[in-house]
């Protein structure tokens, strides 16, 4: 089975700083990683697909990198309209998935 | 434009049954995967089920093993809706369902859309 782990579990940042998550995978899945910001009592939303593609209407200052175990997502400058928990997920090539635990992102 | 409705939620007793639907819409749903994720109250979220297209494979499914041989998912192209048919429930099966659509782009899998979700409460 493919393990997930998110870091860290929750962040407390400014508005307009640099807000960083990271997301390990095992074993190696290339990029079938994606990212998701969930709002409370909303439905999750795409936001980063195939490790690093912004989703369509996605704001430019969200963004993902990495390949293989090791990724990461950003947020350029945290606006307050970005709280809300950020998952990770993986597949497998049998569209089999698995989140990560989440980060809950608020404002300081 | 795309909707995904879910409906079937309640409370039921441990050991009973329940089946949920998802009532598609705005896309061709005979030509996207479908998958069901679910979220207990507070904790995050899990994925349940997947279901390809019918015309690649026959339709194979996949169940996660938390509920392998109790949960089964279906669809029913002529009428755009998934299911979800859960058996013996259990207590920590209590969460809000989602279902999704899968979006392919290249190697890449992705839930593009997703409904607001139907609460399954499983209580003595």
């Known amino acids: 089975d493919i393990q997930m782990t998110q870091s860290p579990s929750s962040l407390s940042a400014s508005v307009g700083d640099r807000v960083t998550i990271t997301c390990q995978a095992s074993?190696?899945?290339?990029?079938?990683l994606n990212w998701y910001q969930q709002k409370p009592g909303k439905a999750p939303k795409l936001l980063i697909y195939?490790?690093?593609n912004l989703a369509t209407g996605v704001p430019s200052r969200f963004s993902g990198s990495g390949s293989g175990t090791h990724f990461t997502f950003t947020i350029s400058s945290l606006q307050p309209e970005d709280i809300g928990t950020y998952y990770c997920q993986q597949h497998d090539n049998l569209l089999r998935f698995t989140f990560g635990p989440g980060t809950k992102v608020d404002i300081k | 434009q795309v909707e995904l409705v879910e409906s079937g939620g309640g409370v039921v007793q441990p050991g009973g049954s329940l089946r949920l639907s998802c009532a598609a819409s705005g896309f061709s749903f005979r030509a996207s995967a479908m998958h069901w994720v679910r979220q207990a109250p507070g904790k995050g979220l899990e994925w349940v089920a997947v279901i390809s297209v019918v015309s690649i494979g026959g339709g194979y499914k996949y169940h996660a093993d938390s509920v392998q041989g109790r949960f089964t998912v279906s669809r029913d192209d002529s009428r755009d809706t998934l299911y979800l048919q859960m058996n013996s429930l259990r207590v920590e099966d209590t969460a809000l369902y989602y279902c999704?659509?899968?979006?392919?782009?290249?190697?890449?899998?992705?839930?593009?859309?997703w409904g607001q979700g139907t609460m399954v409460t499983v209580s003595p």
């Open positions: 074993p190696d899945i290339n990029t079938y």
């Open positions: 195939g490790a690093s």
């Open positions: 999704a659509r899968d979006k392919k782009v290249g190697h890449n899998d992705n839930f593009d859309f």
